[in-house]
């Protein structure tokens, strides 16, 4: 279809694409996650180069790290909230 602009320019708009037709950034990374990687998957590596015992004290430990963190950004959140100002409405 053709269109005028004000300026007397005139642009063809072409209609919507098909379904069938997907889009350039869907279809390369349709193409990227199909292709195998040659590099060796580093997580699988390291907890093949250790026992249960070390895994299961390696894992333990990430997940009492975790939980302090969460705990120190709730304990951060109040703090700050009872130091903030009352809100006038």
Not at 15 to 38: C, D, E, F, I, Q
Not at 57 to 83: D, E, H, K
């Amino acid at each position: 279809m053709r269109v005028s602009g004000l300026s007397g320019t005139t642009r063809t708009i072409t209609g919507p694409r098909s379904a069938s037709t997907p889009p350039l950034a869907a279809h390369v990374m349709t193409r990227m996650a199909s292709k195998p990687s040659n590099l060796p998957n580093l997580r699988r590596l390291f907890v093949e180069a250790r026992t249960e015992a070390e895994e299961s004290a390696y894992s333990r430990n990430a997940f009492y790290n975790l939980v302090g963190f969460m705990s120190s950004v709730a304990v951060y959140s109040l703090v700050a909230q009872r130091m903030a100002p009352p809100k006038m409405t």
